[in-house]
């Protein structure tokens, strides 16, 4: 990615995507939902690997966030004001092992191998 265009999607440099970062934090926090939360693993295969080789202990805080915020979606509340100052919507759990799978994936794609979804056994 260009220098430019690294600059211009920073937070720290840029001042559109400072005012975006705060508006989707404030929109996660009402929900108590984190940004990665917002992956889709129907959508993506790798996605759906990266969710699979996390610990079960991450998967579940995952599940409960997209309950509690059907939940309170649901019902047209947001979380109380005390609940939203400890949300953390940027502290991510999935973005270092989605890199790791694509990684992966797309090793085997060099290599001429089939993906591990499409794989079967003799």
Do not use: C, W
Not at 2 to 15: M, V
Request: charged share 30%; glycine share 2%; hydrophobic share 40%.
């Amino acid at each position: 990615m260009s220098s430019f265009l690294k600059s211009f999607i920073d937070p720290k440099k840029n001042f559109l995507a400072r005012m975006h970062m705060k508006a989707i934090s404030t929109r996660l926090r009402r929900y108590g939902l984190r940004y990665d939360d917002l992956y889709d693993q129907y959508y993506n295969m790798d996605i759906k690997e990266a969710m699979n080789r996390l610990p079960r202990e991450v998967v579940d805080a995952r599940n409960q966030r997209l309950k509690r915020a059907m939940d309170l979606s649901m019902k047209h509340q947001y979380l109380t004001n005390d609940l939203q100052a400890m949300q953390t919507p940027f502290r991510g759990y999935l973005q270092e092992m989605l890199a790791l799978v694509e990684r992966e994936r797309l090793e085997r794609e060099a290599l001429g191998a089939l993906p591990l979804y499409q794989r079967t056994i003799p």
